[in-house]
C-alpha cells in the first residue's frame, strides 16, 4: 500500500476573512449516519420502535435506560433531523462523536502510604476492600498475575461478549485499560492505590483505543445495572461542553449512587482545553501533576540561559556526566543519524514513533536524543521499548534555536521538581456553564503500571484519574455511608492548591489545576465537607450584577466546630459579603450564603477566580471559585497547523474554534481552477476549544498540490483560513 506525508505552507495572506480574490464554495458537508437521541423519560423498546415506524430507513440500534433515557439510530441524515423535530419528549439529537484513550510513586505523593496504617469501622485495614471499581476503557489483561486476583468480570461493548480482554492483535493491540487498573488496584509486584478493590473491566475502546459515544455509553449502562460503586474513565474528546450524551450519562450515574471520575484530557496548556466527558458536572474530573522528578536542563556553549527539557516516559536518566557535542538528526532516519556517534542528537517530531528514532540513534551510538516538536508548544510522550540512551522533547521554538547550535557542546544539569501542574493537562473552565474543571489534580507523569506480559511507565491525565479513582475506594471503605458529593467534597475540600515552580508562591489557576492535588489521608480524616466543593458565579448578567452563592457546611466530627470565613484580597471592582462566624454540634449542618457583587467599569480582566477560605478550628479548607465578565471574542476559526503524525503513514491536525461551530470543515480545491475536490474533514455542532484529529494515511487523497479552505460556521457567520497542502509520497524509514 502507498504511503503519503502531508506537508503545510501557510498563505501567510490569506489568513482573514474579507479580503479574498475569488470564493471558494463548498458543498454541504457530510452528514454523520448514527445519532444519540436523549429523551425526558424513559421508553420500552417497544414504544420506541413503534414511534420510529413512520421513519423507514432509520434502524434502532441501542435503548439506553440507565445511563440516560433514549436511545441510538442509524439512517438517513435528513431522516435524523426530521426525527428529531417530531418525536415527542425528545431532549436533544447529537451525533455519535469518537473518543480515544487519554495516554507507585504516585501512591505515596496523594499520602496512600499513610492510608495503610488506618482502619475501617470492622478493624480491616484501609485497601480498597469490598469496592468495585468499573474501568471503562480498552479492556483489562486479566490474566496479569497482579490484577487476576482483583479482576472481578465485565463486559465487551465492542465485540458485544462478556470477554472484556484488551486487544491482542499485533498492530492494534491496546494497553491502557490495564495500565489504568493496575494504579488502581494492582496487588502484587506493585501495588496499586486500592489493592484489594474488585475490578470490572468494561471495553468501551476497541484496537488502536478508539471508541464511540455509543459504546462508552453503553458502557455505562452495564456497569450501572451491575451496581458498582466507583468508574474510572480515562478516555475523552476535545469537545468542551457540558451537555453531552456521556457527560449526562455520568451525572446520572453520579445521581444513582455512583462516583464517576474522568481524565480532564491532555490538550493543555491553552485555556478552555479540558473535554468531554471531564465536563461532567457531577463527575470528579482529574487534571495531571507531576511526582518527585529529576528535571534536566541543558546548558549550550554560548549561550546563558538554561534551557528545560521534558524526558520521554520510560527514558534513562538524563544524568549525563561530561559535555557533548550537539548534533542535526533530520528526521530520526538510519540515513540522517549517519555521523551521531558520541553526540546528543536533535531530531524533528514527525513521520515516525519517538522509539524508531531515537532507536535509530542510538544504533548509530548516539548519547542522548532531543526531539522537537513540528507544531507550536510543546508535548510529553512515552518510549515503547527500553532504550540505553536518554529521549527528552522541547517546544519547536526551542527546536528551531537549537538547530543553530549544532555542532556546539552541551552539558546537562539536573534538579528535582515536584507537585508541578503537567504541562499537557487540559484547562478548563467549562463553556456555557462556567465551572472550574478540572476538579482535581493528582500524579499523572511517569507513572509505571501493568500491561499486558509486564510492566511500563506512561503519563497523561488518564493515570491521573485512576489514582483518585483508587482514592475513592479507600474513602468508600472508610465511610461506607458517604455520597459521590460528600466523597468529592472530601478530596476537593482537603487538595493541596499547586504553585507555580517559577514563582513559589503564585497558585495555578482553579481552572488550570481545581482545588489542588489530592490527599487521600486527610481526605479520609477530615472534619467537616463543604458542599459543593467549588463555586460558579456565572457571567456579567447586567449593570448591577449580583451574585448567590449557598453552601452547605457539614460538621462529621465527634466535637463541636467553629467556623470564619477569610476575607478575600482586596480587588477593585468586587465586593464580598460573607455569613458571621458560626458553631456546629457533632452531626450538624447549616447553609450558608456567600454574595459577590461585581462593578465592571472597575473589574480587569475577563476572568475572575480564586480561593475562598473558610477556618474549621485549626483547619483551613479552600473553596475555588470563578467568575466570567466577558467571554472571548475571537475569529470562528484560528490556529490551525497540520503535521505529520508520530504513526508511519498518520497526519494530525489542529484548530481552535473559540466560539465552536455549527459546521466545520477542511475542504480540498485545485489551486488553478478552484474546483472542489473532497473533503480531508468535517463535522456539525462543534463545541468551542481545541480540536486536534489523527488522520489515517489511506484517508488521503492523490499525491498533488491542493488548496484547503479550513471554515467555521456560527450563527449565520463564516470565517475561514487558506492554506496550500501538498502530498507527497512517504519513503521508508
Known amino acids: ?11 501567510l495572506s490569506c489568513q482573514t ?13 457530510p452528514k454523520e449516519r448514527v445519532a444519540i437521541v436523549v429523551l425526558e423519560k424513559a421508553q420500552s423498546k417497544q414504544e420506541i420502535q413503534q414511534a420510529l415506524q413512520p421513519y423507514k430507513d432509520l434502524q434502532l440500534r441501542r435503548v439506553f435506560q ?86 472481578n468480570g465485565g463486559h465487551d461493548l465492542v465485540d458485544n461478549d462478556e470477554d472484556p480482554m484488551e486487544t491482542l492483535t499485533l498492530g492494534s493491540a491496546t494497553v491502557h485499560g490495564t495500565h489504568v487498573a493496575g494504579i488502581i488496584a494492582a496487588n502484587g509486584k506493585i501495588k496499586g492505590v486500592a489493592p484489594e478493590a474488585k475490578i470490572r473491566a468494561y471495553r468501551a475502546l476497541g484496537p488502536g483505543g478508539g471508541g464511540t459515544t455509543e ?24 469537545v468542551n461542553g457540558p451537555d453531552l450524551p456521556i457527560s449526562l450519562a455520568l451525572n446520572r450515574a453520579v445521581e444513582k449512587g455512583i462516583v464517576a471520575v474522568a481524565a480532564a484530557g491532555n490538550s493543555g496548556p491553552s485555556i478552555w482545553s479540558v473535554g468531554s466527558p471531564g465536563t461532567a458536572s457531577k463527575s470528579i474530573s482529574v487534571g495531571a501533576s507531576t511526582p518527585a522528578m529529576e528535571i534536566p536542563y541543558i546548558l549550550i556553549e554560548g549561550m546563558s540561559k538554561k534551557t528545560r527539557i521534558e524526558p520521554l516516559a520510560g527514558s534513562p536518566s538524563w544524568a549525563l556526566d561530561r559535555s557533548l557535542l550537539l548534533a542535526d538528526g533530520g528526521m530520526g532516519t538510519k540515513g540522517d543519524v549517519k555521523n551521531v556517534a558520541g553526540k546528543i542528537v536533535l531530531i524533528e517530531r514527525g513521520k515516525y514513533t519517538f522509539t524508531e528514532k531515537a532507536k535509530n540513534a542510538q544504533d548509530a551510538g548516539a548519547k542522548a536524543v532531543i526531539i522537537y516538536n513540528n507544531l507550536s508548544g510543546g508535548f510529553s510522550g512515552n518510549l515503547e521499548l527500553p532504550l540505553e540512551i536518554p529521549v527528552a522533547s522541547v517546544t519547536k521554538e526551542e527546536g528551531e534555536k537549537l538547530k543553530k547550535k549544532v555542532g556546539k557542546s552541551i552539558r546537562t544539569e539536573i534538579a528535582m521538581e515536584k507537585d508541578q501542574l503537567a504541562d499537557f493537562s487540559s484547562r478548563g473552565p467549562v463553556t456555557d456553564t462556567w465551572e472550574v474543571k478540572p476538579d482535581i489534580v493528582a500524579p499523572g507523569v511517569s507513572v509505571n503500571s501493568t500491561i499486558p506480559g509486564g510492566y511500563l511507565s506512561l503519563q497523561g491525565t488518564s493515570m491521573a484519574a485512576p489514582h483518585v479513582a483508587g482514592a475513592c475506594a479507600l474513602i468508600l471503605q472508610a465511610h461506607p455511608d458517604w455520597t459521590p458529593e460528600q466523597i468529592k467534597a472530601a478530596l476537593m475540600n482537603t ?9 513559589k508562591s503564585d497558585h495555578y489557576r482553579t481552572y488550570e489545576q481545581g482545588a489542588g492535588r489530592i490527599r487521600v489521608d486527610a481526605a479520609i480524616k477530615t472534619e467537616s465537607l463543604v458542599t459543593p466543593s467549588s463555586i460558579k458565579f456565572g457571567k456579567f448578567a447586567g449593570e448591577t450584577d449580583e451574585h448567590k452563592a449557598f453552601l452547605q457546611v457539614e460538621n462529621i466530627s465527634k466535637k463541636k466546630q467553629h467556623y470564619t470565613f477569610d476575607i478575600p484580597k482586596q480587588t477593585d471592582g468586587l465586593t464580598w459579603h460573607f455569613p458571621l462566624s458560626f458553631t456546629l454540634d457533632p452531626g450538624e449542618s447549616r447553609e450558608v450564603k456567600v454574595e459577590l457583587s461585581v462593578d465592571p467599569s472597575l473589574l480587569k480582566g475577563k476572568i475572575h ?6 477556618r474549621a478550628g485549626k483547619t483551613e479548607i479552600k473553596i475555588p471559585y470563578l467568575y466570567v465578565l466577558e467571554e472571548p471574542n475571537y475569529p470562528r476559526v484560528m490556529g490551525f497547523d497540520f503535521k505529520a503524525a508520530d504513526k508511519p503513514g498518520n497526519y494530525r491536525y489542529e484548530v481552535y474554534l ?23 474533514d468535517s463535522g456539525e455542532n462543534i463545541k468551542k476549544g481545541l480540536i486536534t484529529k489523527e488522520l489515517e494515511a489511506e484517508h488521503l487523497p492523490p499525491s498533488g498540490v491542493y488548496l484547503a479552505k479550513v471554515f467555521a460556521k456560527k450563527a449565520g457567520k463564516e470565517d475561514f483560513i487558506e492554506t ?7 519513503e521508508g524509514p
Request: overall charge negative.
Open 215 to 238: 459504546q462508552v455509553i453503553a458502557a455505562i449502562e452495564e456497569a450501572m445495572k451491575d451496581n458498582v460503586d466507583i468508574m474510572n474513565l480515562s478516555l475523552g474528546n476535545n
Open 17 to 29: 476573512t474579507s479580503s479574498a480574490a475569488r470564493t471558494l464554495t463548498a458543498p454541504p458537508i
Open 609 to 614: 477566580d480564586g480561593y475562598l477560605n473558610l
Open 724 to 730: 496550500m497542502i501538498v502530498i507527497e509520497e512517504r
Open 1 to 11: 500500500m502507498k504511503k503519503w506525508i502531508l506537508l503545510l505552507v501557510l498563505l
Open 495 to 503: 487538595a493541596r492548591p499547586l504553585v507555580k515552580e517559577s514563582s
Open 66 to 151: 440507565e445511563a440516560l433515557y433514549g436511545f441510538s439510530v442509524e439512517g438517513n441524515p435528513e431522516s435524523i433531523a426530521k426525527l428529531a423535530e417530531e418525536y415527542e419528549d425528545v431532549i436533544n439529537v447529537s451525533p455519535v462523536t469518537n473518543y480515544q484513550i487519554q495516554a507507585e510513586e504516585g501512591v505515596k505523593i496523594i499520602g496512600g502510604e499513610e492510608v495503610r496504617g488506618l482502619f475501617d469501622n470492622k478493624n480491616q485495614r484501609l485497601t480498597g476492600k469490598g469496592v468495585t471499581v468499573a474501568v471503562i476503557d480498552t479492556g483489562v489483561d486479566y490474566t496479569h498475575p497482579d490484577l487476576k486476583g482483583n479482576y
Open 658 to 680: 473559540p466560539g465552536g461551530a455549527d459546521e466545520f470543515g477542511i475542504a480540498l480545491f485545485h489551486p488553478d481552477d478552484y474546483r472542489f475536490i473532497d473533503y480531508l
